[in-house]
């Protein structure tokens, strides 16, 4: 058995419309059509990936587990970022920077 690829990565949000406006209106994801799934959520296409939000209202405590996303301009996605009310964590500038989403979320975003 090999993996191939990624086929899609869940995170639990908090408030489903802070994160459909974080990740479609900010971060300019692809929303697409949620197959069958229990409780709020929705999907959105990066890449042949997939990202899957879950609404949960439980609180989490932070972490530094992340999902890295690459993007072909870091200066736009980092105003983007600051846009949507999101603070810098880390940045090494030019290469790459770590935010949350609104529900805490750890991103590291990459240049490509």
Known sequence: MKCTRLAHANLRVDRLDAALRFYGEFLGLEPITRGEADGKGAWFRIGGAEI????????????KRHL???????????????????????EEPGRRFWTRDPAGNRLEIVGS
């Open 52 to 63: 899957h939000l879950t609404e949960d209202p439980v609180p989490q405590p932070p972490s």
């Open 68 to 90: 890295a996303l690459e993007v072909d301009d870091l200066p736009a996605a980092r105003a983007a970022v600051l846009a949507a009310g999101a603070s810098i964590e880390k």
